[in-house]
């Protein structure tokens, strides 16, 4: 019950200053709680991602923003860049992790590093933008496909936030909540996904292959890519109004859309934690 206090302790800290990561370092007593070992369970259970938990991959480092941008626009690696750039994000954002003294708890050592070098990414695919409303949606499909206790927490602690400071935002927050959890549900695993290997690809054919986006979706409306959707989102976001936008000739060449336009707004304050 005292690890489970500071844990919400700790998560509040972020809410209140989401630029300090260090709360997010200071979670490893909560895992060996059962909730965790229930989420590496689930990891387990799925052949494609044990196959990479046994491999241990992680990402080569660093992420070669520079030559990501040289990419086209629409090529998965291309929208990440543009995607940390109008969110003003840094892909060495997480602290560091220790490795685990003790064997048994490897597996969940790999899950937590693999896991906060993926997490901008999974925004990007899912369409579930970096604001605290885009937060809330990407814990939920955390929970559907792992049933990851700590995006429990924070989905938890955004309930509290809303229904104290901003009640009218409740239904949006909801809805935003269900279209995470349904998503996750219906795609495929993405803890199984070697993206540093799909780069080059278009971030179109990617979603429709994880069962992210249908083939229906992909013709109801005129294309855009993540970068022309950030460019439009509210003026109110101090770091979109600072980052530099795209031309019209850039805009005009992106070709990709999501269902999924979770709307930013203010009052919400959540975290990027894994």
Not at 107 to 127: I, N, Q
Request: hydrophobic share 40%.
């Amino acid at each position: 019950m005292l690890n489970f206090f500071r844990l919400a302790w700790r998560m509040l800290r972020l809410f209140r200053h989401p630029e300090d990561s260090s709360p997010i370092g200071a979670l490893g007593a909560f895992t060996r709680h059962k909730s965790v070992r229930h989420c590496m369970d689930t990891l387990r259970s799925k052949p494609e991602i044990a196959a990479l938990m046994a491999e241990r991959y992680l990402a080569p480092q660093p992420t070669p923003i520079e030559e990501l941008a040289k990419l086209p626009l629409g090529t998965l690696g291309r929208e990440y860049v543009l995607f940390l750039e109008r969110f003003n994000l840094k892909p060495d954002y997480f602290p560091s992790i220790k490795p685990s003294q003790d064997p048994s708890s490897d597996d969940t050592t790999w899950m937590r590093m693999r896991g906060r070098e993926t997490h901008d990414l999974w925004h990007l695919v899912t369409g579930f933008d970096a604001t605290q409303i885009g937060e809330m949606g990407i814990s939920a499909f955390y929970i559907a496909q792992l049933n990851s206790p700590l995006n429990a927490v924070l989905i938890a602690i955004g309930f509290m936030v809303v229904v104290i400071k901003h009640p009218t935002r409740l239904e949006e927050l909801m809805e935003t909540i269900v279209q995470g959890w349904s998503m996750g549900r219906r795609a495929k695993p993405l803890f199984a996904v070697k993206w540093e290997q799909q780069w080059a690809r278009p971030l179109s054919e990617i979603r429709l292959e994880l069962g992210l986006l249908t083939s229906d979706e992909t013709t109801k409306t005129k294309p855009r890519s993540e970068a022309s959707k950030i460019v439009n989102a509210r003026d109110e976001y101090s770091d979109l109004r600072q980052a530099p936008r795209l031309t019209d000739e850039e805009q005009t060449q992106s070709g990709l859309d999501h269902p999924i336009n979770a709307q930013p707004g203010p009052g919400i304050a959540l975290s990027r934690s894994v």
